[in-house]
């Protein structure tokens, strides 16, 4: 997949203060008299120390577009509160994320200093990758000594990004389960009448008649891909081939990200995802209102967003993966307000949670600095408001409970804005503007009462099926577009499904399937 694609997947994927003081405690002057340029040159020589022991860290984060304008103004916001309360200095290091797996690639094979790293769902970046390539040093030493609050915070989350019983990242502390939601455009459904239909709607075959009544009276889409890859309702980690939505549900990919893994929690089998007939179910729905003229015929070969065609005019409706508050998100993405049934509940999974971690690399020079700063990244309500929102009063301010822009300031030319998912804990973060003062404790909430997968913690080493792996996505790109669009008729599925078998797909099934079978016995 394209990197510009992959990105934009992310982003997608991706649509969402009190500072303590705390100086080291120093020495009492000593009493007497007669020994003033003694006790000056005493002074300035424990000063000089204590400056010397200020330990100083690179911290690399991912930058939603170019590194903000503000970004040294931030930093030495920060530094302000690291200095006096945990010794630290620290250097934030923005990169771009069209090219945040390659220049953190490079900083590992070049040893060059990183004490502090944000990983990603990008390959060459993501927690998996860099814990197969020994490139992480184990935590738990270190946050048991030095971020034991951080610890206590996340508390059994950590179990995702723990390998050979070993912590070596710490996922962010955000809303972890999102949901299948279709997104529909209101205004167009205020003119037909069927606004509170949508809102109640509670099967497919409910949908199909909106969206039939959607493509008789307008000169528009009734839905189209989700992403840049084709998918109408097909997304990782959902099924989707039953007709009420209800008796639809989630899935574990295993920490997959190429689309090709399922499992059974009732019999712990994996198995291929393309070759189920649940798949195929899918696909055969999608067909059918392809052929009924319901969906956008470029949905296979455009690389726009859902969220971009409906902003458009193109489609009048997407189906996507989101956290709670999507219809506020989607707004702000489509330009419309919107009505967004769920359609699955999701569930909490490794690879829900090893999407966004921080890591300490193996070219750390300061991992005790660097685990100190971490434990302030999920506590600490003042880190968390600078690195999402910037300088208060000048790039935001809080207007009844809420972040929002300043007076004669806009996205357009604040200094710095990045987004509140990246961070150690998003639930210290103010909501931006948009939502109700609360809509932190309602979205934590709502993660607390979702079902957690009982995979949590299973990672496949996949270093022995690498070549596998690859060849069986040259072949998933080579039809997914077409078969998920339905663009492509059901004639085409078999001949997808073998030769993705001559590309190896069973044998990197058996390998999850023996990681897995041995992780299970010794839960």
């Known amino acids: 997949m394209k990197m510009k694609r992959l990105w934009a997947l992310l982003l997608v994927v991706c649509l969402g203060a009190t500072m303590a003081s705390g100086c080291g405690k120093s020495e009492p002057a000593a009493s007497g008299t007669g020994a003033g340029d003694d006790k000056q040159a ?5 000063q000089g120390a204590k400056k010397e022991e200020i330990a100083e860290i690179n911290v690399v984060i991912i930058s939603l577009g170019p590194a903000p304008a503000g970004a040294k103004d931030v930093e030495n916001a920060v530094n302000e509160i690291t200095e006096p309360k945990i010794n630290t200095h620290v250097n934030l290091e923005f990169i771009d994320g069209g090219t945040y797996a390659d220049k953190v690639s490079l900083k ?3 040893n060059e200093k990183m004490d502090l790293l944000l990983t990603m769902p990008i390959q060459a970046a993501g927690f998996s990758s860099l814990v197969a390539q020994n490139q992480l040093l184990p935590l738990d030493d270190l946050l048991t000594e030095y971020a034991p609050e951080l610890l206590e915070t996340v508390g059994d989350f950590v179990k995702a990004t723990s390998y050979n019983g070993h912590i070596y990242a710490v996922p962010n502390y955000r809303v972890l389960n999102s949901n299948s939601y279709l997104i529909m455009r209101k205004d167009i459904l205020d003119n037909l009448g069927l606004t509170e239909k949508a809102k109640n709607l509670s099967s497919w075959s409910e949908y199909e008649e909106i969206i039939d ?6 000169d528009i889409a009734g839905i189209s891909q989700t992403d840049g890859d084709g998918t109408i309702i097909t997304e990782q980690g959902n099924w989707t081939d039953k007709d009420v939505f209800a008796e639809n549900e989630a899935y574990d990919t295993l920490g997959d ?3 090709i893994i399922a ?20 696909l055969e729905r999608v067909n059918s209102w392809y052929q009924k003229g319901y969906v956008y ?3 296979a070969t455009s690389e726009e967003q859902g969220d971009t065609l409906i902003k458009n005019n193109v489609t009048f409706s997407t189906c996507v993966n989101s956290e709670i508050g999507v219809e506020i998100s989607r707004k702000s993405s489509t330009g419309y307000d919107v009505v967004c049934p769920e359609v699955v509940k999701g569930i909490i999974t490794t690879g829900s949670c090893t999407k966004f971690t921080w890591a300490v690399p193996v070219t750390a020079t300061e991992p005790e600095a660097a685990a100190k700063f971490m434990n302030l990244l999920f506590t600490d309500a003042d880190i968390n408001n600078l690195l999402a929102w910037g300088i208060e009063g000048k790039d935001y301010i809080v207007k009844d409970g809420v972040a929002t822009y300043p007076e004669g300031v806009d996205a357009s030319n604040v200094s710095y804005h990045t987004a509140d998912f990246l961070y150690g804990n998003q639930f ?3 909501p931006w503007e948009g939502v109700a003062s609360n809509f932190r404790e309602v979205a934590k909430a709502d993660m607390e009462a979702a079902e957690t997968s009982k ?4 990672s496949c080493d996949t270093t022995n099926i690498t070549n596998e792996i690859t060849a069986v996505y040259n072949v998933i790109q080579e039809y997914k577009s077409g078969l998920e669009s339905g663009s492509v008729g059901l004639e085409r599925y078999d001949e997808f499904i073998s030769k993705m078998e001559a590309a190896g797909v069973d044998k990197v099934v058996a390998e999850y399937q023996k990681q897995l079978d041995a992780w299970l016995a010794q839960q």
């Open 108 to 110: 590992m094979i070049s």
């Open 213 to 218: 009544a959607v493509c008789k009276n307008y």
């Open 455 to 458: 995979y949590l913690g299973f």
């Open 257 to 259: 990200t190429y689309k």
């Open 42 to 46: 005493v002074a300035e020589g424990t």
């Open 428 to 430: 210290l973060i103010y």
């Open 297 to 299: 015929k470029d949905s």
């Open 263 to 282: 499992v059974d929690p009732d019999t712990n089998t994996v198995f291929n995802y393309f070759a189920s007939e649940r798949y195929r179910a899918m």
